[in-house]
């Protein structure tokens, strides 16, 4: 079992940033990747970013690329999500996910989310 806890979250004006905060426990050693999505009100969840646990290879979705950065401190086990020039539509809540094996992040962990706010 991985337990996940984010933070971070808040309300925020358009164009403004936030830093969210996952930190892993419990069977931290069989973690390979960690990934944030996010889901809107009304929406489908989405995937917003993710990297590889060891070589800290970041991938992004289109929607985000060039505003955000995903890293990791392997030391903390503790994966970071920078978001910079928010824009109203990033408003969601936020997850960090790890997931079961490979890319099955539906049956993975999940984190409780954050929510994020940015107002216009």
């Known amino acids: 079992q991985v337990q996940l806890v984010e933070s971070g979250g808040g309300l925020v004006q358009a164009g403004g940033s936030l830093r969210l905060s996952c930190a892993a426990s419990?069977?931290?050693?069989?973690?390979?990747?960690m990934g944030w999505f996010r889901q809107a009100p009304g929406k489908e969840r989405e995937f917003v970013a993710r990297?590889?646990?060891?070589?800290?290879?970041?991938v992004y979705a289109d929607s985000v690329k060039g505003r955000v950065t995903i890293s990791r401190d392997n030391a903390k086990n503790t994966v970071y999500l920078q978001m910079n020039s928010l824009k109203p539509e990033d408003t969601a809540v936020y997850y960090c996910?790890?997931?079961?094996?490979?890319?099955?992040?539906?049956?993975?962990?999940w984190g409780q989310g954050t929510q994020v706010t940015v107002s216009s």
């Open positions: 419990g069977r931290t050693f069989s973690i390979y990747n």
């Open positions: 990297i590889t646990w060891i070589t800290g290879v970041p």
């Open positions: 996910a790890v997931p079961k094996t490979g890319t099955d992040w539906a049956n993975g962990y």
